[in-house]
């Protein structure tokens, strides 16, 4: 693709994954293009009243593919004063609340798009997913509003706005919003040959998370081989959460140390674990059962933790009964089990027989 006026070329896309010490894929490539010619008029774009906003892009495919560097590297490069990259559900929680203080209002969704963005042009969802029926309706109104206000939207899935909300009892929920999304944006493929996560390559430094590690079970030589220092009882401690709070193990400094059982067997919720990673820099979960074991809750809960602490990119120990293949299988697993076990499979195993659980 040619260069355009404003510099935006594939060579932006092309530098950063230099950079980052890897080439993109034929599917990350023409990703790529796509998101140039969007970068290209967007920057150009004067908001005039009545004018539509540039025609966003929905990436979409399986784990690891790298569809968070792209949006990541466009968000970074693009140059407009109005842009937010946020966690979808963050955002959608806050309109939730939002939409529900103005619903007698005439334009209740406008309002609290326009509360929560103000002048904002281009927003960023990484992570896009539905999985509660009652979540449907309300995530249409979202996007709706959204390109009512003439926000452009970048999102990135695991799943195709046709396989969204994928239990067929509730599928028919989320088909207005996939309709919305198919009419409103484009629909990019990006299914590269496997999970990058799964092959580091030698030299590139390390994330924070994957400065961890998976411990089972999580005997005294394992935990100190870690750096990790059991907590005294005397060190147990409530970690305020609002109005409620939540049972720590202990709290040094910016490091937690929680429980499976307080923390992804209690009412907490995704926006709960977003302020928890925000406070603390340096987790460490003990007690975690083979997920088969748990309720289904939990087990969604810890998938969502994991989730939170790879994209904020916190250390992230785990002390589990089980290696972490085991932990990972069964009946009545979440329905993206698949993404928590390519981030998990970022942290260094510290086991009694690590050859004989090698990942798959
Ligand atoms: N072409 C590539 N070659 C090697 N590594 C890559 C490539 N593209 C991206 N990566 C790296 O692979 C890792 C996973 O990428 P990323 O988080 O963007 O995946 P994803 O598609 O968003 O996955 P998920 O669906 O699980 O969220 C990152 O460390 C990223 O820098
Ligand atoms: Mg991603």
Same mark, same amino acid.
């Given at each position: 693709?040619?260069? !355009?006026?404003?510099?935006?070329?594939?060579?932006?896309?092309?530098?950063?994954?230099?950079?980052?010490?890897? /080439?993109? +894929?034929?599917?990350?490539?023409?990703?790529?293009?796509?998101?140039? =010619?969007?970068?290209?008029? &967007?920057?150009?774009?004067?908001?005039?009243?009545?004018?539509?906003?540039?025609?966003?892009?929905? &990436?979409?495919?399986?784990?690891?593919?790298?569809?968070?560097?792209?949006?990541?590297?466009?968000?970074?490069?693009?140059?407009? %004063?109005?842009?937010?990259?946020?966690?979808?559900?963050?955002?959608?929680?806050?309109?939730?609340?939002?939409?529900? %203080?103005?619903?007698?209002?005439?334009? %209740?969704? /406008?309002?609290?798009?326009?509360?929560?963005?103000?002048?904002? =042009?281009?927003?960023?969802?990484?992570?896009?997913?539905?999985?509660?029926?009652?979540?449907?309706?309300?995530?249409?109104?979202?996007?709706?509003?959204?390109?009512?206000?003439?926000?452009?939207?970048?999102?990135?899935?695991?799943?195709?706005?046709?396989?969204?909300?994928?239990?067929?009892?509730?599928?028919?929920?989320?088909?207005?919003?996939?309709?919305?999304?198919?009419?409103?944006? +484009?629909?990019?493929?990006?299914?590269?040959?496997?999970?990058?996560?799964?092959?580091? $390559?030698?030299?590139?430094?390390? @994330?924070?998370?994957?400065?961890?590690?998976?411990?089972?079970?999580?005997?005294?030589?394992?935990?100190?081989?870690?750096?990790?220092?059991?907590?005294?009882?005397?060190?147990?401690?409530?970690?305020?959460?609002?109005?409620?709070?939540?049972? %720590? =193990?202990?709290?040094?400094?910016?490091?937690?140390?929680? /429980?499976?059982?307080?923390?992804?067997?209690?009412?907490?919720?995704? &926006?709960?674990?977003?302020?928890?990673?925000?406070?603390? $820099?340096?987790?460490?979960?003990?007690?975690?059962?083979?997920?088969?074991?748990?309720?289904?809750?939990?087990?969604? =809960?810890?998938?969502?933790?994991?989730?939170?602490?790879?994209? $904020?990119?916190?250390?992230?120990?785990?002390?589990? @009964?089980?290696?972490?293949?085991?932990?990972? !299988?069964?009946?009545?697993?979440?329905? /993206? &089990?698949?993404?928590?076990?390519?981030?998990?499979?970022?942290?260094?195993?510290?086991?009694?027989?690590?050859?004989?659980? @090698? +990942?798959?």
């Amino acid at each position: 693709m040619a260069g !355009t006026p404003h510099g935006w070329t594939p060579e932006v896309f092309r530098v950063a994954a230099r950079t980052a010490g890897f /080439d993109m +894929d034929a599917s990350q490539d023409a990703a790529a293009a796509r998101l140039v =010619r969007l970068g290209d008029e &967007i920057s150009r774009r004067r908001p005039l009243f009545g004018r539509s906003a540039p025609r966003g892009v929905y &990436i979409w495919g399986p784990v690891g593919r790298g569809k968070s560097w792209l949006a990541d590297t466009f968000y970074a490069a693009v140059p407009v %004063a109005g842009k937010r990259r946020t966690h979808f559900h963050e955002f959608f929680r806050e309109f939730h609340r939002r939409y529900a %203080a103005h619903r007698h209002e005439k334009h %209740a969704g /406008d309002r609290a798009v326009r509360e929560l963005l103000g002048d904002c =042009r281009l927003v960023c969802f990484d992570e896009f997913h539905v999985h509660d029926p009652g979540d449907a309706t309300i995530m249409a109104r979202v996007v709706h509003s959204l390109l009512g206000q003439r926000i452009t939207l970048v999102a990135t899935s695991n799943y195709p706005p046709t396989g969204l909300l994928p239990n067929p009892l509730f599928h028919h929920l989320v088909e207005p919003l996939a309709a919305t999304l198919h009419r409103s944006l +484009d629909i990019v493929e990006v299914a590269g040959p496997r999970d990058y996560r799964r092959a580091r $390559r030698p030299g590139t430094p390390a @994330a924070e998370f994957e400065r961890g590690g998976y411990l089972w079970p999580g005997t005294g030589d394992q935990l100190a081989r870690a750096g990790l220092v059991s907590p005294a009882p005397a060190e147990q401690q409530r970690v305020r959460l609002g109005a409620r709070a939540v049972t %720590a =193990r202990a709290v040094r400094g910016d490091a937690v140390w929680f /429980d499976f059982a307080d923390l992804c067997d209690g009412p907490y919720s995704t &926006i709960d674990y977003l302020s928890l990673a925000d406070r603390f $820099r340096d987790w460490t979960l003990s007690g975690l059962p083979p997920l088969s074991t748990t309720g289904r809750d939990a087990a969604q =809960r810890f998938a969502n933790l994991v989730d939170v602490l790879c994209d $904020r990119d916190r250390r992230l120990h785990l002390v589990a @009964a089980v290696p972490r293949t085991v932990c990972l !299988t069964g009946d009545r697993l979440p329905p /993206d &089990i698949q993404r928590t076990a390519s981030r998990l499979a970022l942290l260094p195993e510290i086991g009694t027989a690590p050859a004989a659980v @090698a +990942d798959q």
